[in-house]
């Protein structure tokens, strides 16, 4: 079993349309996270989330959306989709910070926005 | 300044060749990642250390905290291991917060 799954695996769609990008985990772990991967495979933290709970909110557009229905889930949401948001997105999660367990990715969600 | 700096960005090897990776960060860390990203884009954490050394097969990762600088090793090193290398500092204080170094970008020859 995957531990960490996103669809879709591959997005493209027009400018302005809304579009949602699911994940899963099935790891009994209480965090997870949206990073974003640019062009330039520079990657960055967008959102993290705790049991339910937002915990960090990186500076990124309210066009962007996260929902965590329970704490196996984190779906991100994009409203009014432009071009700069054509980018890897990747789901993560990981057991509290401190137990010396380490972080799982989902295999990325590849966004073209044409 | 990116707060997590990697070197060299690009590092072509031919098969067997002994292969460091460096990682210096200024911010104030609880942990340190190596992530490996394949072609196709999954990434694997490979490490997560918080001091000293650590060893899985091939690979070899250290943290020395006091110069906030953290290495890579890859020995006898494989046309498979060809993938980018990725250090990311594991904030101290926030959930998780995981600040990243640009890659390296390793390629391996036969």
């Known amino acids: 079993d995957t531990a960490v799954s996103q669809t879709p695996k591959y997005l493209v769609t027009q400018m302005g349309n809304d579009k949602s990008i699911k994940c899963e985990q099935n790891?009994?772990?209480?965090?997870m996270y949206w990073y974003k991967q640019d062009s330039k495979k520079f990657l960055k933290i967008m959102f993290s989330?705790?049991?339910?709970?937002?915990?960090i909110n990186e500076t990124v557009p309210n066009r962007f959306s996260p929902k965590s229905p329970d704490k196996a889930h984190l779906n991100l949401h994009i409203n009014s989709l432009e071009l700069g948001d054509s980018a890897v997105y990747f789901c993560?999660?990981?057991?509290?910070?401190?137990?010396?367990?380490?972080?799982?990715f989902g295999e990325g969600s590849w966004l073209t926005v044409v | 300044k990116n707060e997590v700096e990697q070197s060299p960005q690009n590092l072509t090897a031919q098969e067997g060749e002994f292969i460091t990776i460096n990682c210096s960060y200024s911010?104030?860390?609880?942990?340190l990642h190596w992530l490996q990203q394949h072609p196709g884009g999954g990434i694997v954490s490979l490490f997560m250390?918080?001091?000293g050394k650590k060893k899985h097969g091939r690979l070899i990762a250290t943290i020395n905290i006091q110069e906030k600088h953290s290495s890579l090793h890859i020995t006898a090193s494989h046309p498979r291991d060809s993938a980018v290398y990725i250090c990311?500092?594991?904030?101290?204080?926030?959930?998780?917060?995981?600040?990243f170094g640009q890659g390296t970008i390793l390629t391996v020859h036969p």
């Open positions: 993560a999660s990981s057991p509290p910070t401190g137990t010396g367990n380490t972080i799982y």
């Open positions: 790891l009994g772990h209480d965090t």
């Open positions: 989330y705790n049991n339910k709970e937002l915990i």
């Open positions: 911010v104030g860390i609880s942990a």
């Open positions: 250390l918080s001091s």
């Open positions: 990311a500092a594991l904030g101290g204080t926030s959930y998780g917060k995981l600040t």
